[in-house]
């Protein structure tokens, strides 16, 4: 089973080794040299954007505006108005850096890739400022394997269940916000297995006390690109799955909502 559109993106993406088309030759397709892999079932990993979705900007997430419909014009139309930040989206290196890659020139075969989920859910639940480590990427490494180049490494904290609670933000008294991410260390160190992306199930690369965000200045002048609130982290394995990063396409983007899917 495959979502429309996506094979064609899957097999882009070969040149990155993770999946390729099959081999015009004989014997079945599971035989030959670069076949593709199956996969039984579709995760959504987007949240869906309302105007009340938690961001840093105190404006509303999304407004719309109608300017056609059914009745009156022969079809529905609205005009959107959002920051490019906002709900399940993408952080392009532009965002960093002001001669980086806005999202409309990413590399397609970037945006699909293996998907590493390394959960922290647990140590998250009682410390909201825990961030995932390079001793956690070392313990994950121990129990599955070496992170594999050019994958998307994702942390799993179990806050996409907070998205429509104050407690997404966690902000305290004086507006610091508290929630997990990546520490600087376990970011530079997926920038050593070379690593394309990151992903949070948070609202920031960044954890949420963070006011310099070197994650985001570490990673995206590098020319990766990081996903932030993302959704259903905890309903995939460690290993095995792969991402398709639906990104946005618009021109000199710093970013832009995302529908982000896994097939595993």
């Not at 020139?105 to 998907?115: G, K, Q, T, Y």
């Not at 992170?147 to 907070?162: E, K, T």
């Not at 600087?184 to 297995?193: G, K, M, N």
């Not at 992903?199 to 070197?214: C, I, K, M, Q, Y």
């Amino acid at each position: 089973m495959c979502v429309p559109g996506c094979l064609e993106a899957i097999v882009r993406g070969s040149r990155r080794g993770l999946l390729a088309p099959p081999e015009p030759t004989g014997g079945r397709p599971s035989d030959r040299p670069g076949a593709l892999r199956s996969f039984s079932r579709v995760v959504d990993l987007t949240h869906a954007v309302g105007p009340d979705f938690p961001s840093f900007d105190p404006r509303p997430s999304l407004i719309t505006e109608t300017v056609a419909t059914l009745r009156r014009d022969g079809y529905n139309m609205r005009r959107w108005h959002l920051i490019e930040h906002t709900g399940t989206h993408l952080d392009a290196p532009i965002h960093y850096a002001d001669d980086g890659t806005s999202a409309d020139c990413l590399e397609i075969e970037d945006l699909v890739a293996p998907l590493v989920v390394v959960d922290i859910a647990a140590r998250a639940q009682d410390n909201p400022d825990t961030q995932l480590t390079p001793d956690d990427l070392l313990a994950f490494e121990v129990a599955h394997g070496p992170i594999p180049a050019h994958s998307c490494v994702a942390m799993c904290s179990g806050w996409d269940r907070l998205v429509t609670s104050p407690r997404f933000c966690n902000a305290d008294e004086q507006g610091l916000m508290h929630f997990p991410s990546f520490h600087p260390d376990a970011a530079a160190l997926l920038i050593e297995r070379d690593v394309r992306g990151l992903a949070v199930d948070t609202l920031s690369l960044d954890h949420g006390v963070s006011r310099d965000f070197p994650t985001h200045r570490a990673r995206l002048p590098t020319g990766r690109w990081g996903l932030e609130a993302v959704a259903n982290l905890g309903a995939l394995p460690p290993v095995g799955a792969t991402i398709v990063v639906g990104g946005p396409k618009i021109e000199g983007a710093t970013g832009g909502p995302a529908r982000v899917l896994a097939l595993v």
